[in-house]
């Protein structure tokens, strides 16, 4: 039987700071992100970043949390969890985290996160998740002081894209870089919606379009969804991106051209903005309590 | 010091039983008439005088499904409010109307009126129209069909609505207006004596049973408040401001989160009992006082009194933030909001606007949301 191929699959990934070593810590703070389409745990050593993984999401969200754990503190020598001083969950799924000591929104998270990974000069943050898309005003601590919220729609976000790369039969991780290899720009498609998206696209390539051309009409629908959102909260430099779909050329370049601003490149995987929050809520709330 | 008050397990008797409370079948069985009327410019004190029940319609404290609402009022473009009501008016459960007094708010009670009229049995009287502008002409042409309104409801039971029941009704629900005013600055303590979930069970019972026996447990219940000296603790002062919302567990929900809703811009809040009916020939004072916008709704024009209004509250009840309730469709409260949120927000106080629909429940998405403005308004910590 020939094996289905999923075009929706990423790379499941892990990092662990092989110059730091935990038991010199003073605290061990931990953040768990459990979205609807991927989990993350972060892990600090007094708020510097020590190991992270990004796993995808089960079914349930202990679950989902669990695995992400485990998948993460199977690179951290030694480190368990009862060495962790506080952990923070955040996500969907963050009330159902049975490990967590408290659960923080992911949109205070992402800030925070947004602020360790891009600095504090961020202003307009961007975040496209798994079924939501949300932008955040911070300031330079990273606390968000106004935010917009969409999930009601999947355009914008990366179910949406998923829902994309199994129509075209193209790996999710590729349509960026493909969006870009064609003569011409084309105009955004006119229905965003995903849920007419296959019979948009069958028809569009019915009309001679190549997959590349149809896959630069729905990133560039999507940057305009995105870009309406953005300019509802007006966008303020400097700008960046958090969330999967920051790893999506097609459409952060399609949304950078709309609104005139590039994006801030990250140091690192900026799927992980949410937990890295989280983790730092953690490590300030373990402060809290000690004293 | 947070028991429950004696007075406040009394109240949750009259919501128990919705939409015919308890109030209302004794009201019957006695052979009385009950009046159901929508929105607060129809001045419930002539219904009152006429010898017969005032009843809000409105919805309970469930979110229910609308499937045969949606057959008769296209909910693409008809508000969930709309068809709640007419939803429990074809199920039957308003049943024990002997008719209906509507005015014209907006679209949305308009065709509900229409409607509901085509469809059920209820007979409903010609509907009172709502000047938009307030001004002396608007005055004077809404003074017009509240004079209507007491023919129409005199003709219907064939019975004649004197000055003096009029006055008498004028006196009995300006009461109300005094206790729940008084109730209302007792919010403005950091630690106030009653939750806004409370509040709002407190403002559902107002309008289902003989506003006598109402203004007997509201003054039950300031005594009560005053010898225990309940007190909630002090945390974040909300608003919660929409068209209209009777989920007393949608607020509770947001209190859940560490908030204390202190303050109210609704339609069955403060937009209901705020401003007393002043002295003088009882229909034209009635006219006045429910068409006055001191604390205006979202319909009415110039919209600047409704901004100020806003302000002033969330000066004297010292808020940290309002959400903002924006039913889908609701045109007059969505095109309102962008008038008074940059105002609000530039004065230091924060608004968050949050889709909800009417009756709905506190879910995910929506508790997201409200967590995250509440730690936007509350969470600090040293990094």
């Given at each position: 039987?020939?094996?289905?191929?999923?075009?929706?699959?990423?790379?499941?990934?892990?990092y662990v700071n092989p110059e730091m070593d935990w038991r010199k810590a003073e605290i061990v703070s931990a953040g768990i992100d459990v979205g609807s389409v991927s989990s993350q745990m972060v892990v600090l050593c007094d708020g510097a970043l020590y190991a992270y993984s990004n796993t995808r999401s089960g079914s349930s969200s202990p679950s989902s949390a669990k695995n992400a754990m485990d998948i993460c503190l199977k690179e951290t020598p030694g480190l368990t969890l009862d060495k962790i001083n506080y952990l923070v969950g955040t996500g969907y799924g963050r009330?159902?985290?049975?490990?967590?000591?408290?659960?923080?929104?992911?949109?205070?998270?992402?800030?925070?996160?947004a602020n360790y990974i891009y600095g504090p000069t961020v202003q307009t943050l961007l975040d496209m998740g798994g079924q939501d898309c949300k932008t955040l005003r911070l300031n330079e601590q990273g606390k968000c002081l106004n935010f917009l919220m969409n999930d009601k729609c999947a355009a914008g976000?990366?179910?949406?894209?998923?829902?994309?790369a199994e129509i075209l039969k193209v790996p999710v991780t590729e349509i960026g870089d493909l969006s870009f290899d064609i003569d011409e720009e084309p105009e955004p498609v006119s229905s965003i919606c995903v849920v007419f998206a296959k019979t948009e696209a069958t028809a569009l390539l019915k009309m001679g379009w190549s997959k590349n051309k149809v896959l630069a009409a729905y990133c560039g629908a999507m940057a305009r969804r995105v870009v309406e959102l953005l300019n509802m909260l007006t966008v303020e430099k400097?700008?960046?991106?958090?969330?999967?779909?920051?790893k999506n050329k097609g459409v952060v370049k399609r949304i950078e051209k709309l609104i005139g601003i590039e994006a801030l490149v990250p140091k690192m995987d900026s799927q992980i903005a949410g937990a890295l929050g989280a983790a730092i809520y953690a490590k300030a709330f373990y402060k809290r309590q000690k004293q | 010091m947070t028991e429950t008050l004696k007075t406040l397990?009394?109240?949750?008797?009259?919501?128990?039983?919705?939409?015919?409370?308890?109030?209302?079948?004794?009201?019957?069985?006695?052979?009385?008439?009950i009046v159901g009327w929508i929105c607060i410019n129809v001045p419930e004190e002539i219904i009152h005088a006429a010898g017969m029940l005032p009843y809000r319609i409105t919805g309970g404290d469930e979110e229910i499904t609308l499937d045969r609402a949606n057959e008769y009022l296209f909910s693409g473009s008809t508000c969930s409010y709309s068809r709640t009501i007419l939803e429990l008016q074809l199920r039957g459960e308003y049943g024990f109307l002997d008719c209906i007094a509507a005015a014209t708010p907006c679209e949305g009670v308009i065709r509900l009126a229409e409607v509901g009229t085509h469809y059920h049995n209820i007979p409903i009287?010609?509907?009172?129209?709502?000047?938009?502008?307030?001004?002396?002409?608007?005055?004077?042409?809404?003074?017009g069909e509240v004079v209507g309104l007491k023919k129409n409801l005199e003709q219907f039971f064939g019975i004649t609505i004197t000055d003096a029941a009029l006055a008498n009704s004028i006196a009995v629900y300006n009461k109300t207006r005094v206790i729940l005013q008084k109730l209302y600055d007792m919010m403005k303590k950091d630690t106030p004596p009653?939750?806004?979930?409370?509040?709002?069970?407190?403002?559902?019972?107002?309008?289902?049973?003989?506003?006598?026996?109402?203004?007997?447990?509201?003054?039950?219940?300031?005594?009560?408040?005053?010898?225990?000296?309940?007190?909630?603790?002090?945390?974040?002062?909300?608003?919660?401001?929409?068209?209209?919302?009777?989920?007393?567990?949608?607020?509770?929900?947001?209190?859940?989160?560490?908030?204390?809703?202190?303050?109210?811009?609704?339609?069955?809040?403060?937009?209901?009992?705020?401003?007393?009916?002043?002295?003088?020939e009882p229909v034209r004072a009635l006219a006045r006082r429910h068409l006055l916008a001191q604390c205006p709704c979202p319909r009415t024009n110039p919209q600047h009194m409704r901004s100020e209004w806003l302000m002033e509250t969330a000066r004297e009840m010292r808020l940290d933030g309002i959400i903002a309730l924006t039913m889908r469709n609701c045109a007059p409260y969505i095109l309102n909001l962008p008038m008074w949120k940059t105002k609000l927000e530039d004065q230091g106080t924060p608004v968050l606007d949050l889709d909800i629909e009417y009756g709905g429940g506190f879910s995910g998405q929506v508790r997201t949301r409200i967590e995250a403005f509440v730690e936007m308004l509350s969470l600090e910590v040293e990094i």
């Open positions: 039987m020939e094996e289905q191929k999923e075009y929706f699959r990423w790379v499941e990934s892990t009330i159902n985290i049975p490990f967590a000591q408290k659960a923080v929104t992911e949109i205070s998270c992402h800030g925070m996160g976000t990366g179910r949406g894209m998923e829902v994309i400097e700008f960046a991106i958090t969330g999967g779909i920051a | 397990e009394e109240i949750r008797k009259v919501n128990a039983s919705f939409p015919f409370s308890e109030p209302a079948r004794k009201w019957k069985e006695q052979g009385k008439k009287l010609p509907l009172l129209d709502i000047p938009r502008k307030i001004n002396e002409r608007a005055y004077d042409y809404y003074h009653l939750s806004g979930a409370e509040m709002m069970e407190i403002l559902n019972a107002a309008v289902r049973m003989p506003r006598e026996d109402y203004n007997i447990l509201l003054g039950n219940l300031l005594k009560e408040i005053e010898t225990t000296g309940r007190a909630l603790p002090a945390q974040p002062r909300l608003m919660i401001s929409g068209a209209v919302l009777n989920t007393s567990s949608f607020i509770k929900g947001v209190e859940s989160l560490g908030v204390n809703i202190v303050a109210d811009d609704l339609c069955n809040g403060s937009r209901y009992w705020w401003e007393q009916v002043e002295a003088g």
